[in-house]
């Protein structure tokens, strides 16, 4: 017996007329299924905690020459659910969601509740004022404006590209 002849996809394909004909059934193939079977039925009964453990906000952040501009998506929280915070050498937005639903019938009562928190940090440099930075929030988006200090607004000097 060759080592080819153990290997359970190889009976397939050599004797999978035979295979399906008899009542042969191939132990490695039945416990590959079950425990697939079982995977995909434990994590269907996660949906709703999945997506909350999963919420990370997007965000996008820009720069022109006077200041960081950063907005981050954030639907479904209020400006009381949001810390915003900075230190010397970044900015960390963080909160909680929550989700909770309740539905009640002659018959049934049905509550379910689901949190999830995210934090997100953004590095910065020496060349902001700390002393001004503003955030506003507005149909679900905040708004985070870190100005730069003068110093750095006027250290700031344009380098002419040469083409050969």
Known sequence: ????????????????????NSNYSDPFLSLQREMNRVFDSFFDNWDSSRE?????????????????SVNIELPGLDE?????SCTDDSLTISGMKKNEREDKKENYHYY???YGSFKRVI?????IDKSK????????VLKIT????AES????????IQSE
């Not at 060759?2 to 394909?13: F, G, H, L």
């Not at 009381?80 to 915003?84: A, F, G, S």
């Not at 607004?153 to 002419?160: A, C, V």
């Open 52 to 68: 909350m453990a999963s919420f990370s906000p997007t965000l996008d952040v820009s720069e022109n020459d006077k200041e960081f």
């Open 133 to 140: 930075i503003t955030a506003n929030f507005k149909k679900g």
């Open 1 to 20: 017996m060759a080592i080819k002849d153990i290997i359970p996809a190889r009976w397939r394909r050599t004797n999978d007329l035979e295979v399906r």
């Open 112 to 114: 379910e509740r689901s």
């Open 153 to 160: 607004i006027s250290k700031q000097k344009k380098i002419p």
């Open 123 to 127: 590095p910065l440099g020496d060349n």
């Open 80 to 84: 009381k659910d949001i810390d915003v």
């Open 146 to 149: 870190i100005p730069k200090n």
